[in-house]
């Protein structure tokens, strides 16, 4: 049912020179290790906003863009984990159901 899902409509400069150079990433992720999960987390938290566990939305000029690309691989265990980031550009959109939820931190359970 349309009524039950949440959409937003999006565009993004296609142009690679657009006036203020800043791209729209989605960065998600599949870390085996808690520790580390929590680490990375707090890490995106410093370029965008989390949408879901594991996925953050950010809206980051070049440079810092850049520096993020060159940072994760330090936060990661390259056997085990996973990690993906999307520049995003051009008309899209973004459908999303059930419950939004703010995620500033990630609950970790120690046994």
Partial sequence: MEEDRLREDYYFQVI??????RLFILIIYD????K????FAKFLQGYGTRVQKSA?????PIGKYEKLLDEIPKYIN?????????KISGKSQMLSWGVTQDWDQ??????
């Fill in 56 to 60: 953050f939305e950010a809206m980051l």
């Fill in 78 to 86: 390259k056997k085990e984990d996973n990690i993906r980031v999307y």
């Fill in 16 to 21: 690679e020179n657009y006036r203020d150079n």
């Fill in 106 to 111: 990630e609950e970790v359970i120690l046994i």
């Fill in 36 to 39: 580390r999960r929590v680490k």
């Fill in 31 to 34: 870390i085996v290790d808690n």
